[in-house]
């Protein structure tokens, strides 16, 4: 293998991410699970010029026994001149390309000398379709046919008249090769080995979608299956996928959703440990969509798909990753929960989630029980990390207990679940019961309101104090949500000096936290004793998103809702005040509504589940506003 890349050039303008294209390749096919080739006898060329390109050619090429596979990737300028393509090399001087550029036609003729077996060849580089003029070199009829004709495969990612987009460290087109090769855009998995022809075809697809490039494809074997890489779809042992629609009872629908399978295997692979919920969450969505007059159709299918991927996640080391993924699928049926069919459906998944979530609370407060450091990960970034793990393990066991209580079923289970991992934690980790991210608000939403609903105040009381007091220590300045994680350690450090002030980047501003945290002060009785410290808050901004429905409470962006604005100090300076201006907002319709809006809140934690607090107003889910 030769890998070309060129982002520095003595007469034409630098590039900046062809080098990090060549690298990535270069990288990728090496590995033995992906492409095997031989690390020794492959080159990686970073800028080189004309003469450095042809040593590196001369030795490969010729320097070694006959090449059975040769492959040759180019990221950087070309260009069409006097009916041949060039690439553009560090000397390459654009008045004299056929002096100072390599073309193609010389490169075809090397090939047809040298005669692998198989050669792949992909080019990254503006007006890189123009490469098909230059064919008849190594087409040559008096060669066609003979023993060791030449295989040739050819991908040029932008068409003749169309420039080679670079975004971020990659061109758009070597970004799809690498999705490809790396199995996140699924081609097939009946084969073990891909051609460069078939993953030409998906980074086609994948360009042209984009609007961005028409990529041109091109291959020619008379002798034997090519491969350019292995097959990753084959190794990962997707067979539970291939099993969804094993005995699906409608052939009409079943060739839709068929075609629709290989959508979700990005998701699906990526499952055991970096798990996608937003991809998965929004490929359901357009899955359901298509069965939304079909509500049989579309529970057998949601489950079949959740249970697939669950058995995919108990690869995770974290216990919580098949309830992840099982709650995710759920909140996909979140646009039908009003059927009443979808919505048994949805009470009933959730019960059995409930069931899930009750065994892993269990498994955690042992684990604490059993070595006091359970939670803990080790490095610098827990300070900031596990206490955000803490309230998301309370929401867990605070969805259980309301998902008892909200279908009627027996909540013995979830309550002690949710006391004894409070015992542990309270024990174990009350230093880490610290208000540290925007992110946290719908965890302790989920799990006090059920504390309150299980009549365990003081635990609630307890909780509530310890949160508070660090919102107080930092003048509520808690982290952004969607903090950047190469910026926790700033956030960390600010915090600590007491200098976030101005720190937008770093900051939630407004904040959702603290105002969960004065709502759930006035639902708890501690209202006058945090009114004392408000002061310490004063201008600090707040805000809750109120959807005025619930039925798109997991899409990414929730339409049409009110954002509750207030600021302490001039809306309100006391907790009571602020509970008479709280706006009137519609609730759920039903319970399953209700479930997989917090389920929602709780994968997705920039919205919140307000509606729990309907309880201390007496109003429950599904009643009139």
């Known amino acids: 293998m030769i890998a070309m890349g060129c982002n520095h050039y003595e007469h034409l303008e630098d590039l900046g991410s062809a080098e990090y294209d060549a690298e990535a390749i270069f990288d990728a096919l090496i590995q033995p699970q992906i492409g095997d080739y031989d690390g020794l006898k492959s080159k990686l060329l970073k800028s080189p010029t004309l003469d450095e390109v042809r040593a590196a050619f001369k030795e490969i090429l010729f320097g070694t026994e006959t090449l059975d596979v040769l492959t040759i990737t180019f990221a950087g300028h070309g260009a069409v001149s006097s009916g041949s393509f060039y690439m553009a090399l560090r000397d390459t001087d654009a008045s004299a390309l056929s002096a100072t550029g390599l073309s193609l036609s010389d490169l075809f003729r090397m090939i047809a000398e040298a005669a692998p077996k198989q050669t ?38 932008a068409a003749s008249d169309q420039a080679a987009v670079e975004v971020g460290k990659h061109g758009i087109g070597t970004e799809a090769l690498l999705k490809c090769i790396n199995g996140d855009i699924f ?237 542990r934690i309270l024990q174990v980790y009350s230093l880490s019961l610290v208000a540290m991210s925007d992110c946290q608000s719908p965890y302790l939403i989920t799990a006090i309101t059920a504390l309150e609903q299980f009549r365990m105040r003081d635990e609630a009381e307890q909780l509530l104090g310890f949160y508070f007091n660090s919102v107080v220590d930092c003048g509520g300045k808690v982290a952004r949500p969607d903090l950047q994680a190469n910026k926790v350690l700033s956030y960390l450090i600010a915090r600590g000096s007491g200098e976030l002030n101005g720190k937008t980047d770093l900051v939630a501003q407004p904040s959702e936290l603290v105002l969960a945290l004065l709502r759930l002060a006035h639902l708890t009785n501690l209202g006058d004793q945090f009114d004392l410290s408000l002061s310490e808050l004063d201008h600090l901004p707040l805000n809750a998103y109120l959807p005025d429905s619930y039925e798109n409470f997991g899409a990414l962006q929730i339409p049409e809702g009110l954002n509750a604005v207030f600021q302490i100090g001039t809306d309100f300076w006391q907790i009571a005040e602020l509970e008479m201006s709280w706006p009137n907002p519609p609730i759920p319709e039903n319970v399953a509504e209700a479930l997989a809006s917090i389920l929602a809140a709780l994968v997705f934690p920039d919205r919140s589940p307000w509606f729990l607090f309907a309880s201390s107003d007496q109003r429950g889910v599904g009643e009139p506003n």
């Open 120 to 157: 792949y060849l992909v080019i990254d580089a503006c007006q890189a379709g123009g490469l098909v003029s230059d064919l008849n070199v190594i087409l040559k009829a008096e060669l066609m046919g003979r023993d060791g004709t030449p295989g040739v495969s050819l991908l040029a990612t």
């Open 187 to 423: 081609l097939q998995d009946s084969s073990p080995a891909l051609d460069l022809v078939e993953i030409g075809r998906a980074v086609s697809t994948n360009l042209m979608e984009q609007g961005a490039q028409t990529p041109t494809v091109w291959g020619l074997n008379l002798y034997g299956p090519p491969s350019f890489c292995k097959n990753p779809h084959v190794e990962a042992g997707a067979e539970p996928l291939r099993k969804i629609l094993a005995d699906w009872p409608d052939p009409e629908s079943r060739k839709s959703i068929q075609s629709f399978l290989p959508k979700l295997w990005g998701p699906y692979s990526s499952t055991g440990e970096d798990f996608d919920s937003r991809r998965f969450v929004e490929l359901l969505f357009s899955l359901s969509d298509e069965l939304s007059s079909e509500p049989q159709m579309l529970e057998n299918l949601n489950r079949r798909i959740s249970e697939s991927f669950a058995v995919q996640a108990q690869q995770s080391k974290d216990v919580f990753k098949p309830i992840e993924v099982r709650a995710a699928a759920i909140i996909a049926l979140l646009p039908s929960a009003k059927n009443a069919d979808i919505a048994d459906h949805i009470a009933e998944r959730c019960n059995q989630l409930a069931d899930e979530i009750e065994h892993a609370v269990e498994y955690v407060a042992d684990a604490i029980t059993n070595y006091e450091y359970a939670l803990v990960t080790g490095g610098l970034g827990d300070l900031y990390h596990l206490p955000i793990r803490i309230s998301k393990l309370l929401g867990w066991a605070g969805f259980a207990a309301h998902s008892r209580i909200l279908t009627g079923t027996d909540s013995s289970a979830a309550e002690e679940s949710l006391r004894s991992i409070l015992d």
